[in-house]
């Protein structure tokens, strides 16, 4: 999750004193101030660092929002009035439904124009599927979520405005959670009309992707192999809604993607992850727990596991910089995450790289892990050379984005980066799947609170015959791939058909 921060007490009063949500909410925003400096403290502390950090004050729960909410909108996670009626915001900012770092629905005043960062996850068109049109009945059920019109469980809004399912705004209802969820952008498991009309068009709204003919081959270990073709998963961010509940872990969602990944024909023979398995604090006592849940799930898949390291393995901020010598020190989430995560793979620093190539010599490949949050010099100079080293294709496993430069690592790491030759550079960090630039892929829905009207998922990699590298968003309910997102590279990251 892009989680930029926990604020202390101390600080929590300070942002909501130079918000000031009555101005938020119908006079003009004011400028909020921070505590200078470079990154987070070991509890997670804001240092002001942030897109446009006056309009958009990040959070990680409520309490960090004085009477407002945190949410999750244009990419990360921000405090912001609420607008419960609907005509309580500033001419600056819009009245918008989005979805709380918690999971719950909310009506917030949202900043126009992506003054907070780029807007990610596919676009909502309401849930319908191929062949439905504005006079064709829609369907009523999507996987577990229902629609307006359906009765569920949901407790999103009390009063006039409350749709059947329990929420408002058209949004539906996940009846695996209780928690409403955008529209879906791409209904991909078999449409069940229920009351709602025939279903249009076909009753899938998705496919299966095409992994080429025949099994895979080869072997990959810890540190690297060869294979006959590429074809691997990637899962991004599993934590639960709140800090330090581990008995909310998403086991379930987690379970069930490694369960679907595990049924993939042909097998993978690795998968790839993009960082943030816990949500807990650094005294907690709850990092060790949650990622134990994560790694029976991930046991499920026999081939090799390689993870990135995201910033909920550091404090949980998004500016903050562990490991020795760096500003948050040897936290107990990142001690944990060393010997749980990367002690299986023989791993001992939080970056590092891979090659896999192919059984008959005829193309190579690396794959180069970034800690953009125990980011230094030497991780520098390091990342300097692994992407110097010539191969075919290039992929650069990274759990923040570009966007999200509040990071320590990012800037400089895109730097070494794009003065490079490379495929795709994959990260996680917003709850959603997206295709941000040409060469950048996002998975971040692993089981974390969504944003926006993505499901749970994850991401797939296949190298077809001519060479093109295939990517491909999978549904965790269906098993189904989004045919909206399907696209293709070539090795050095050019599109092509």
């Known amino acids: 999750m892009r989680i930029s921060l926990i604020l202390t007490t101390s600080l ?12 938020g909410c119908g006079g003009t925003t004011t400028n909020a101030t921070f505590a200078d400096g470079g990154g987070g403290g070991a509890d997670g502390t804001a240092t002001g660092d942030g897109p446009n950090a006056s309009a958009c004050p990040p959070c990680t729960t409520d309490k960090d929002c004085n009477d407002g909410a945190c949410a999750q909108f244009q ?21 918008l439904s989005e979805t709380s770092v918690s999971g719950n629905q909310v009506s917030v005043c949202v900043p126009n124009g992506n003054v907070c960062g780029p807007s990610v996850g596919p676009k909502s068109d309401g849930g319908l599927p191929p062949g439905c049109d504005a006079g064709s009945a829609p369907p009523s059920t999507c996987g577990t979520l229902v629609g307006p019109n359906t009765s569920a469980g949901c407790s999103s809004c009390s009063g006039s405005n409350c749709q059947p399912n329990g929420c408002y705004g058209g949004w539906w209802c996940d009846t695996s959670t209780n928690k409403c969820h955008a529209p879906p952008s791409n209904c991909s498991g078999a449409l069940d009309a229920g009351g709602g009309g025939s279903g249009c068009g076909s009753s899938s709204g998705g496919g299966l992707f095409d992994a080429g003919t025949g099994p895979i081959t080869g072997s990959v270990g810890p540190s690297g192999g060869s294979v006959s073709r590429l074809f691997f998963s990637v899962i991004g ?9 581990t008995s909310g872990y998403p086991t379930a969602i987690i ?5 679907d990944v595990s049924s993939l024909n042909p097998a993978p023979l690795f998968s790839l992850s993009t960082g943030d398995y816990m949500f807990a604090s650094t005294s907690g006592g709850q990092a060790s727990p949650q990622l134990d849940l994560y790694l029976a799930a991930r046991a499920k898949f026999s081939g090799t596991f390689f993870p990135a390291m995201g910033n ?17 020190g040897v936290t107990d989430n990142y001690t944990q995450f060393m010997a749980k995560m990367l002690g299986p793979i023989q791993k001992t620093a939080p970056y590092y790289s891979v090659n ?12 180069v892990f970034v800690a953009a949050n125990a980011w230094d010099s ?9 992407m110097g080293q010539k191969t075919t294709y290039t992929f650069v496993l990274r759990h923040e984005s570009s966007s999200a430069s509040t990071a320590p690592g990012v800037s400089p790491s895109d730097q070494i980066i794009n003065a490079s030759a490379y495929t795709l550079l994959i990260v996680g960090h917003s709850h959603t799947y997206d295709h941000p630039s040409q060469k950048e892929v996002l998975f971040g829905n692993g089981g974390a609170p969504l944003s926006g009207s993505a499901n749970y998922g994850y991401g797939v990699f296949t190298q077809r015959q001519d060479g093109a590298i295939v990517v491909d968003a999978v549904d965790y309910q269906s098993n189904q791939a989004d045919p909206s997102f399907h696209f293709a590279v070539k090795p050095d990251g050019t599109p092509t058909q």
């Open 12 to 23: 929590t009063v300070t942002v909501a004193a130079a918000i000031g949500w009555s101005a």
């Open 356 to 367: 896999i190539n192919a059984s008959d010599n005829s193309w190579t490949s690396k794959f």
């Open 255 to 259: 379970n069930q993607l490694y369960t």
């Open 237 to 245: 961010d599993t934590r639960p809604a709140n800090i330090d509940d």
């Open 75 to 95: 990419g990360d996670s921000f405090c912001a009035p609420a607008c419960p009626k609907g005509n309580e915001c500033a001419s600056d900012r819009t009245c």
């Open 378 to 386: 030497k991780q520098a100079s390091w990342l300097q050379g692994v």
């Open 312 to 328: 909920h393995e550091c404090t949980g901020a998004t500016a903050s910089n562990c490991g020795t010598g760096n500003q948050d």
